[in-house]
Structure formats: structure tokens, C-alpha cells
């Protein structure tokens, strides 16, 4: 069984082993478990939706996600709903811009058509086009922004329409957050020396988060449940799932909405996946992902399914980069975290008592990892300027796609000034970079 599974999944080609893909996989898990009770919040506005239902579907649809990636892309990279999604989706409901089933509706249709960008070759042609600067800043980006989501969650800082503040330092949970900060950089970096020989320890974020999450209940921070058995799971799917209105979302109103829901998803997952590769060092000596048509593929195909279940878009999910952080380098990390969601349809209350200082700590700490791979950047100012400007929107602006959209234009601009001004036409970018450009830009129109 093991050699079948080091065989499939490439596990000792790719200095792994099994033990330590299940550990990455379970850590994965624990970072991104808090999306479990970020849906039942955030779709708790719309008026008589089963928050139960869409807790189980949540972690119904996020396991075959993950699973459908580990099989068949075989990288660590997971998915889960967006979470910008899901506010929207609430946000249209309740103010009248579409029904509940056409909002469904209209995340199906933008999975459709993220397929048919997939299959037609446009993703390799995108990705490619990006220039190889933006592609090994892009880990850099996406570490900035899960570093400030971890900070956010530690309760250490706060955005507000105000700007950003420091956090409460009188609170029980932010307390428990630096803690746990503390406790997750010791068991990340320390390293011990025996007979000559240094052991690291594995597993070190996903002790981390148990630890903290330990140490959370003395302090009356982490809540124990009344039970760890969920009540009423597969029986309230029926309440979640497939109420869809395909023909109803096909009105021309409803065109800057599913445009913008396909951008998001496109490009989110065209950064994050470029990110993870070159965390877990699976991009090429040119900076490409030869695997990113299959991720692309299982991406739009769980968005599809995110739809019928009332789910929203499902996206490649950036705190996947703890599980790569951890030692994962294969599908069989996926493939874990999705057999520990499909645990949370059965035993979700067990998973839900994690506090957000615990999953933070590790996140603070995956998020500085990869800024690790910035080292291989080129620092020359007319190529580092766009790395830059990618930087300052991911941190500043809390967006790691539009730190993208900027980055693209400055490269644009830049180019096409040395072009004009060194009289090298050469400089100028192919027509795939200027048609990317373009669909970035609608980004910020919609």
C-alpha cells in the first residue's frame, strides 16, 4: 500500500514522505477550518436559509475539492469557498438584486465559463504571458496578505473604515494570539542538534494550533462544545443544495456580476497557484506551473459544484501554503485535508472550537515563510518596480488580485517606455499580455 501510494503521488521523487504529507495535509485542515463558520456567518442575513445545510455542504464541497485536486493535479494546493463571495451573494439577496436561486445561478454560469477558458488553452497563454518577475513575487504578495489574516485573527490588529489599529491588548484572545504566535515560530524554527545530526519538528504548525487551541481553554477563550456530533447534517442539505435558477440568471443585467465573479475566481486562482507552486518548488527554471492547466480545470469544475450547493465560488485557498510550509509537496496533502472535512460533516463542533488566535498564530508564521522565496527576484529597478507595486496593493489594500492587475500595468507601462525611449521595439509586450491587461482591467470596472 505504501509503495502504491509513494508511486502515485510521486511522494519520494519529490523528497516527501507519507507521514509527512498527512501531517501537512491535517495542518492545511486546521488553518482552513474557520471557513466553516465564515459561511454560516456570513449567509446568516438572508432570511429563512438552513445555516446547518450550508455548514455540511461547506465542508461536503471544500472535501471533494480538495480531494478532486490531490487525485488528479497531484499538488498540495486546496480549495475552498472565496470569501468575498458569500457577503455578496447576501448582500444582492437582501437588497433585491437577484433571488437566491439566481445568484446560484450566476456562480454557475462564471464556472462555466472559467471550463471553457481551461479547456480552450487560454489559461496556459495567460499564465505564461505573466512576466517571470510577477511570478516569483507573487508568493511574496500572497505571504503579506495571509501574514495580515493572521494578525486579524490573533485580534493584534483591525481594519476599519478608520484605518488600521492595533488590537486590544486587555482581551483574553489577543493574549492567547501572541501566545500562540510565540509557540508556533519556537516549534517552526528551533532545531536540535543530536550526535552531529540536526532534527527540525514535524508537524511543528499543526502542534501549534492544538497547543494554542489547549491553552485557549483555562483562559475561557476556546469553547468546549455540549457535543462533538453534528445534529441534523445530511438531512438539511435539501434545504441548501440545488436551488438554482440557471435561465434566470441569463438577464443582461446580471453580465457585470458574473464577469466580475469570473475575474475573481480567474485570477485569484492564476496568483495563488503560481504562489503555492513556488512554495513547494514545483515551478519550471522559467517560472511556469506545468501542472496549472489540471489545477485550473479542478478549480472552475469545484466552482460549478459550489453552485449547485448553494456554495458559492469555490477558489484555490491561499492558506494552503501552511500545509506546504509543514513539508507537503503532493496530492496526497490535499487529498488529507479533504478526508478531514469530510470528518466535519459528522463531527463539526469538534473542528468549529479552534479559535481564531490558534489558526492565526500559524497563519503569521506561513505568512512570512514565503517571503522566503522572494530571494530569486531580479532587484534591477525597472524589473523589481512591478514586484513592488504588487506588494504595496496586497499589503495596503488587503488584495492580493488587484496587487496583480497593478503590477501587470506597471510592467506595462515600463515596457513600453524602455521601448519608446531605447528604441527597441523588442521591448514591447506580445498581444497575450496586452489581452490579459485588458481583462484586467475590468477587475476594477465591475
Known amino acids: 500500500m505504501k509503495e502504491k501510494l509513494d508511486h502515485f503521488f510521486k511522494i519520494s521523487e519529490r523528497g516527501s514522505t507519507i507521514g509527512v504529507e498527512i501531517i501537512a495535509g491535517a495542518?492545511?485542515?486546521?488553518?482552513?477550518?474557520?471557513?466553516?463558520?465564515?459561511?454560516?456567518?456570513?449567509?446568516?442575513?438572508?432570511?429563512?436559509?438552513n445555516l446547518t445545510g450550508v455548514l455540511i455542504c461547506t465542508a461536503l464541497t471544500t472535501a471533494i475539492s480538495c480531494i478532486a485536486m490531490g487525485l488528479y493535479s497531484n499538488t498540495p494546493i486546496c480549495l475552498a469557498p472565496v470569501l468575498v463571495i458569500p457577503g455578496l451573494i447576501a448582500q444582492w439577496v437582501s437588497d433585491g438584486t437577484a433571488t437566491y436561486a439566481e445568484c446560484f445561478g450566476m456562480v454557475f454560469l462564471s464556472g462555466v465559463f472559467f471550463i471553457i477558458i481551461s479547456v480552450c488553452g487560454l489559461r496556459e497563454m495567460f499564465a505564461k504571458s505573466l512576466p517571470k518577475n510577477i511570478k516569483l513575487g507573487l508568493a511574496a504578495s500572497v505571504g503579506f496578505l495571509i501574514a495580515r489574516v493572521g494578525l486579524n485573527s490573533c485580534g493584534l490588529i483591525s481594519a476599519s473604515k478608520d484605518g488600521l489599529t492595533y488590537g486590544d491588548f486587555s482581551q483574553k484572545s489577543t493574549i492567547l494570539g501572541l501566545i500562540g504566535i510565540g509557540i508556533c515560530f519556537f516549534l517552526t524554527y528551533v532545531r536540535f542538534n543530536i550526535k552531529g545530526h540536526e532534527y527540525k519538528i514535524r508537524g511543528?504548525?499543526?502542534?501549534?494550533?492544538?497547543?494554542?487551541?489547549?491553552?485557549?481553554?483555562?483562559?475561557?477563550?476556546?469553547?468546549?462544545?455540549?457535543?462533538?456530533?453534528?445534529?441534523?447534517?445530511?438531512?438539511?442539505?435539501?434545504?441548501?443544495?440545488?436551488?438554482?435558477?440557471?435561465?434566470?440568471?441569463?438577464?443582461?443585467?446580471?453580465?457585470?456580476?458574473?464577469l466580475m465573479l469570473l475575474i475573481n475566481d480567474f485570477f485569484g486562482t492564476l496568483g495563488s497557484g503560481f504562489a503555492l507552486a513556488g512554495k513547494a518548488q514545483l515551478l519550471d527554471k522559467d517560472g511556469n506551473f506545468p501542472a496549472f492547466g489540471k489545477v485550473f480545470l479542478v478549480d472552475s469544475s469545484a466552482t460549478i459544484m459550489g453552485s449547485l450547493f448553494g456554495i458559492s465560488t469555490i477558489s484555490t485557498f491561499a492558506e494552503s501554503a501552511s500545509g506546504i510550509e509543514a513539508g507537503g509537496r503532493t496530492g496526497l496533502t490535499a487529498v488529507t485535508t479533504g478526508f478531514f472535512f469530510l470528518l466535519c460533516c459528522f463531527i463539526s463542533p469538534l473542528f468549529l472550537m479552534i479559535p481564531g488566535a490558534a489558526t492565526g498564530a500559524a497563519l503569521v508564521v506561513v505568512g512570512i515563510?514565503?517571503?522566503?522565496?522572494?530571494?530569486?527576484?531580479?532587484?534591477?529597478?525597472?524589473?523589481?518596480?512591478?514586484?513592488?507595486?504588487?506588494?504595496?496593493?496586497?499589503?495596503?489594500?488587503?488584495?492580493?488580485?488587484?496587487?496583480?492587475?497593478?503590477?501587470?500595468?506597471?510592467?506595462?507601462f515600463i515596457s513600453i517606455l524602455r521601448a519608446i525611449f531605447e528604441k527597441d521595439k523588442h521591448l514591447i509586450p506580445g498581444v497575450p499580455v496586452w489581452v490579459m491587461t485588458a481583462l484586467m482591467s475590468l477587475y476594477y470596472i465591475f
Do not use: C, H, N, R
Open 27 to 49: 495542518t492545511t485542515f486546521a488553518t482552513m477550518a474557520y471557513i466553516l463558520a465564515y459561511m454560516t456567518w456570513s449567509m446568516s442575513t438572508i432570511k429563512g436559509i
Open 204 to 258: 511543528a504548525l499543526l502542534i501549534g494550533i492544538i497547543a494554542t487551541t489547549i491553552i485557549g481553554i483555562p483562559m475561557g477563550v476556546t469553547t468546549l462544545p455540549d457535543s462533538i456530533f453534528t445534529v441534523g447534517g445530511f438531512s438539511s442539505i435539501k434545504a441548501t443544495a440545488f436551488q438554482i435558477d440557471i435561465p434566470g440568471a441569463l438577464k443582461l443585467s446580471y453580465i457585470p456580476l458574473i
Open 369 to 412: 515563510s514565503l517571503l522566503e522565496t522572494a530571494g530569486g527576484l531580479d532587484f534591477t529597478p525597472v524589473d523589481f518596480l512591478p514586484v513592488a507595486s504588487m506588494w504595496l496593493v496586497s499589503i495596503f489594500m488587503y488584495d492580493y488580485v488587484g496587487g496583480i492587475v497593478i503590477g501587470m500595468f506597471v510592467y506595462m
